[in-house]
């Protein structure tokens, strides 16, 4: 994680009506969206650039500072449309994007299983009585609770609200404060972590407390592990270290829900639910290089 660089240090922006021809990298943020299009990723066709900016990422924790990137916003005829973000040399490979409303999709590229809850990470006390995150590990196994719970007729979540069932999922995890020193927070509230690993444990605890039959497995990240759950409509857990939305020269490690496959050109992408990042309609996918993903949790319904 890092400090934030001033706006001005980080960024150029420009606007976008009539200066494609001046500014290449509009042209190549066109050329970005086509591609998402053409791989039946866009939601709308009145999608369009809105900025363009050059971002320079710092180090953190979780690595050292990438190379430079272009990030463009995008802009739709009701408001925001999400984003897009692209390297800045070679071969200008697409990093990560959002487009507002793209959720349950199928098309020969791609697909998205839609109806996830998109549980938010939420402020709890610590054990200091100091604020801290709910963390994202145990909010993505929330999520997952939810939706199993709704889709499946299990009685998993046994009534308990969102904030309720993350705190069950966390209390069953080692979970560790980790000071927010690079501002990933606008107020630097303390953040928490936990393994992989851990996880998928709790979840199988939480589950055979509850007497629901399930099986949950955890494994290193494999594309085709991940495409052949999302083809069968099981959602998965991943973790990963992605940009943060909101602030794209930090990048750190981060747990999510994944529900989502799509090939773009020659990369592999994965569709997550992020509980760090709210779009404007609950429920958007977020597409994340496969290449940044590191670990996954499937949990399969017992029939």
């Not at 500072?65 to 697409?94: C, I, N, T, V």
Request: proline letters at 5%; aromatic letters at 8%.
């Amino acid at each position: 994680m890092r400090a934030i660089v001033s706006f001005s240090a980080l960024v150029l922006v420009y606007l976008c009506a009539g200066c494609a021809d001046s500014h290449p990298e509009l042209k190549e943020a066109q050329a970005q969206l086509t591609a998402i299009r053409q791989a039946g990723l866009l939601g709308s066709d009145t999608v369009r650039i809105a900025s363009v900016r050059l971002i320079q990422p710092v180090a953190t924790r979780w690595g050292p500072a990438a190379q430079p990137f272009w990030w463009a916003e995008l802009r739709g005829p009701d408001g925001s449309a999400g984003y897009l973000a692209w390297q800045e040399g070679g071969r200008r490979k697409l990093l990560d994007f959002s487009i507002e409303g793209v959720k349950a999709m199928t098309s020969p590229s791609a697909k998205a299983i839609g109806g996830i809850p998109s549980i938010q990470q939420f402020a709890i006390a610590g054990a200091d009585g100091v604020a801290v995150a709910s963390g994202c590990v145990p909010t993505a196994g929330a999520s997952l609770i939810a939706f199993w719970s709704r889709e499946s007729g299990l009685n998993w979540r046994g009534g308990a609200d969102e904030h309720s069932l993350v705190s069950r999922v966390r209390a069953r995890l080692p979970m560790v404060v980790i000071p927010d020193r690079e501002g990933y927070t606008d107020g630097k509230m303390a953040l928490a972590g936990a393994f992989s690993q851990d996880l998928a444990l709790a979840i199988q605890q939480d589950a055979d407390e509850r007497k629901v039959k399930v099986g949950v497995g955890f494994a290193e990240f494999d594309f085709r592990v991940l495409r052949r759950e999302i083809d069968a409509d099981r959602p998965v857990l991943l973790s990963c270290v992605v940009l943060v939305p909101r602030k794209p020269a930090l990048a750190w490690g981060h747990q999510v829900v994944a529900v989502g496959w799509a090939k773009i050109g020659e990369e592999s992408f994965v569709g997550i639910i992020d509980n760090f990042y709210t779009p404007r309609l609950s429920g958007t996918v977020r597409w994340i290089a496969a290449s940044d993903c590191q670990t996954v949790v499937w949990v399969r319904p017992e029939r």
